[in-house]
C-alpha cells in the first residue's frame, strides 16, 4: 500500500503540471492574438498607403485639367455637434457656478440656460453657447469642409477675388456665371450677403437665377445657406415663395441637418401663412422627433412663434402625455417654453399635466427652465400654483442645485403675500433651535436665495431680515458663500457700518 504521504505529493505535482500546461495554452494564445493583431495593423497600413497614392494621383491629375474648366463641386460633408453634456449648468447671477461649476463649467457643449435660438440671431450656438454672427467664425468648419473634398479647386475668378492683388472693387455682376461657386466658399458667401442688402432688383434677380437650380444642395451648405437665408430677408416677394417651393417635399430631412434648420427657420419668417403651413404640416407625424434634435428643435420653437395655431395644432397634440418627459429634456425645455409662451389659448391641458410633475422639476438640470419660465410670464393663478409647491420646503429646495433658481424666481416674481410667506418660513426659528436663514446665510446655493429676499423685501418684513442677519455678520466671513451675500449686499445696505457702530 503506497504511503498517504507519497499520495499527497503525487497530487501537488499532478496540479502544479496542470497548472503550468494551462499558462503555456495561455501563453501561446496571447502570441497567437498578438501575431493576428500585427498582421492586421500591417494590412490597414497597406491599405492607407494604396488610398494616398490613389489621392496623390488624384490631385496631379486635377493639376493638369485647365482651369478655366473647373467646375464648383456639389458635395457637401455634414458635420454634426456632438451631444451637449448633462452635467449641471451655472445660474445666471455674477460670479455664481450654480450648476457645477454653463449653464456648469459644461466642457464643451451647453444649451444657453434652455433659450431658444433662432434664425434671426445668425446661427445656432457653438460648443460654448454663444451665437455666431452670420458665418466669420466658421474658419474651422470652412477648413474642415475643404479638406473633406467640400468644393474642389477653385476657378480663376474666385482665386483673383479672394487674393484681389490689383484691389478691385467687384459688384454682383462681376461674378455673374460663378454665383452658386462664390456661395459655397466663405469669402464668396459672404460678399453676396452683403451686396444682396442693397443690391437692385436686377441685381437679385442675376443672382437668383442662378442659385435657383442649386438652391437645396445650397441649403445644407456651410456657408451656401446664407446666402439662401438672405434671399429670404431681402428677396422678393417671388422669390421667397420660390425657394420654399424648393423645400417641399425636404423640410424633415432640412429641419435635422445643421445648416438646413437655420434656412427652414427663416422661411417660416418670411412666407406667407398658407405656405408655413404646406411647410410645417411635413413634420407631422415627426414632431418629437424634431424636438429631441439638436437641430429640428430649432425649426419646432420657429414654428411655434411664428405660424398661426391653427396650422400647428398637430405641434400641441404631440405633446399630450409627453410634457414631463419633453421638460426634462436638454432640447424639449426650450420647445415646452415656447408653447407656453406663444400657444396661450390653447395651452391649458398642457399646462394641468406639468402641475402634477412640479415637485419633480424644480429639481431638474432642465426642468426647473420651464418652472422658472412660469413665474416669469406665467398668469397669477399659474404662478400661485408653483409657489404653493414650495411652501413648507424653503431652506431644502434652496440648498439645492437646480431647485434654488426656482425659490429665487418665487421671492422675484410672486405675489406680495406670497413671498412673505416665504420669507417668514425662512426667518422662523425651528423648534430645535436652528436658523433656516443662518443655514442658508452659509450654503453654496440658497446664500442668492437671500441675497434675492434682501432685494425685494420692505417694510417690517424688512427690518426682522436685516436684524436677523446682523449677528452673525462676522462669522459669515469664514465661509466662502457667507462672504458673497455680504460683498454683494451687506456694503450697499449698511449692515456694516451699523455693526461697527
Given at each position: ?380 393663478a399659474e404662478k400661485a400654483l408653483v409657489v404653493s ?25 410672486g405675489s406680495k403675500l406670497d413671498r412673505q410667506k ?11 433651535g436652528t436658523s433656516p436663514l443662518v443655514l442658508m ?61
Amino acid at each position: 500500500m503506497s504511503s498517504p504521504n507519497l499520495t499527497h505529493s503525487d497530487a501537488r505535482i499532478a496540479a502544479a503540471n496542470a497548472s503550468a500546461e494551462q499558462k503555456l495554452r495561455l501563453q501561446s494564445q496571447q502570441i497567437l492574438l498578438q501575431q493576428q493583431q500585427l498582421l492586421l495593423l500591417q494590412q490597414q497600413q497597406q491599405q492607407q498607403r494604396e488610398q494616398l497614392q490613389q489621392q496623390q494621383q488624384q490631385q496631379q491629375q486635377q493639376q493638369q485639367q485647365p482651369q478655366g474648366l473647373q467646375q464648383p463641386q456639389a458635395q457637401h460633408v455634414t458635420r454634426q455637434p456632438s451631444h451637449h453634456s448633462k452635467s449641471g449648468r451655472s445660474k445666471p447671477h455674477s460670479g455664481r457656478n450654480h450648476k457645477g461649476g454653463h449653464d456648469a463649467g459644461r466642457a464643451q457643449h451647453e444649451i444657453d440656460q434652455a433659450s431658444s435660438w433662432s434664425s434671426s440671431q445668425g446661427s445656432p450656438p457653438n460648443a460654448n453657447g454663444i451665437h455666431r454672427s452670420h458665418h466669420k467664425d466658421d474658419e474651422t468648419e470652412a477648413d474642415a469642409h475643404q479638406a473633406e473634398g467640400g468644393h474642389g479647386q477653385r476657378s480663376a475668378l474666385l482665386e483673383d477675388f479672394r487674393s484681389n492683388k490689383n484691389n478691385k472693387k467687384y459688384e454682383l455682376k462681376d461674378i455673374a456665371g460663378s454665383v452658386v461657386e462664390f456661395s459655397s466658399d466663405q469669402h464668396g458667401s459672404r460678399f453676396i450677403q452683403q451686396k444682396l442688402e442693397t443690391a437692385t432688383d436686377e441685381e437679385k434677380q442675376m443672382v437668383f437665377e442662378e442659385i435657383m437650380p442649386h438652391a437645396l444642395q445650397l441649403m445644407t451648405d456651410v456657408f451656401g445657406n446664407y446666402v439662401i437665408q438672405k434671399f429670404f430677408e431681402h428677396g422678393q416677394v417671388d422669390h421667397k415663395s420660390a425657394l420654399a417651393k424648393q423645400m417641399e417635399g425636404h423640410v424633415l430631412s432640412l429641419a435635422l441637418q445643421m445648416y438646413g434648420c437655420r434656412v427652414v427657420q427663416k422661411g417660416l419668417e418670411h412666407v406667407k401663412s398658407d405656405q408655413q403651413a404646406l411647410l410645417v404640416k411635413e413634420l407631422d407625424g415627426n414632431v418629437l422627433k424634431c424636438v429631441k434634435d439638436q437641430n429640428g428643435n430649432h425649426v419646432i420653437q420657429k414654428a411655434i412663434e411664428c405660424v398661426p395655431t391653427e396650422h400647428i395644432r398637430f405641434i400641441i397634440n404631440a405633446f399630450t402625455g409627453q410634457v414631463y418627459v419633453l421638460a426634462t429634456h436638454p432640447y424639449g425645455c426650450r420647445v415646452i417654453q415656447r408653447m407656453f409662451e406663444h400657444c396661450v389659448d390653447t395651452k391649458a391641458p398642457l399646462m394641468e399635466e406639468l402641475h402634477k410633475y412640479i415637485p419633480n422639476l424644480v429639481q431638474d438640470q432642465y426642468g426647473n427652465y420651464v418652472i422658472q419660465h412660469i413665474l416669469e410670464r406665467g398668469t397669477p393663478a399659474e404662478k400661485a400654483l408653483v409657489v404653493s409647491k414650495i411652501f413648507g420646503q424653503v431652506l431644502t429646495l434652496s440648498k439645492h442645485k437646480f431647485a434654488s433658481n426656482v425659490v429665487e424666481k418665487c421671492v422675484a416674481y410672486g405675489s406680495k403675500l406670497d413671498r412673505q410667506k416665504l420669507i417668514d418660513e425662512v426667518i422662523t426659528t425651528k423648534s430645535d433651535g436652528t436658523s433656516p436663514l443662518v443655514l442658508m446665510m452659509k450654503d453654496q446655493f440658497a446664500n442668492y436665495v437671500v441675497q434675492k429676499m434682501l432685494d425685494v423685501v420692505d417694510g417690517e418684513q424688512r427690518d426682522i431680515l436685516v436684524a436677523k442677519i446682523k449677528p452673525h455678520l462676522s462669522s459669515l466671513k469664514k465661509y466662502t458663500y457667507g462672504k458673497h451675500l455680504i460683498s454683494s449686499k451687506c456694503h450697499h445696505e449698511g449692515f456694516l457700518s451699523t455693526q461697527s457702530s
